[in-house]
């Protein structure tokens, strides 16, 4: 059973940063593959960034390209941060976390190809 633990949320004015960190534990000894999602109140969950399970590919929706970054601070993926720059109002949601352990290569932006789930970080962007 993998945990994943995310934090780093809060208010931000527009133009401002935020990091959020999802931290994984447990699982095999595999890599994983890493994602973010958010869901702003009244709309479906969607994409925002992901890592390969071999760190090598870096995936981002249109809306966040340019202004967040992922990144991974061992060869596991245990670790991930989503950087975010520039934030605006429309940024505002609750970020989650998501990992899996089984091959996922070129379907890191689905929703399904995730396990585990973390708890969600609200991140909220006052403009």
């Known amino acids: 059973q993998v945990q994943l633990v995310e934090s780093g949320g809060g208010l931000v004015q527009a133009g401002g940063s935020l990091r959020l960190s999802c931290v994984a534990s447990?699982?095999?000894?595999?890599?994983?593959?890493m994602g973010w999602f958010r869901q702003a109140p009244g709309k479906e969950r969607e994409f925002v960034s992901a890592i390969s399970q071999d760190g090598r590919y870096l995936y981002y929706a249109n809306s966040v390209k340019g202004r967040f970054t992922i990144s991974s601070t061992n060869t596991k993926n245990s670790v991930v941060y989503l950087q975010m720059n520039i934030l605006q109002p429309e940024d505002t949601a609750v970020y989650y976390c998501a990992a899996t352990q089984t091959h996922s290569r070129g379907n890191e932006r689905r929703e399904l190809t995730y396990d585990y789930w973390g708890q969600g970080t609200q991140v909220t962007v006052s403009s």
């Open positions: 447990g699982g095999t000894y595999s890599p994983f593959t």
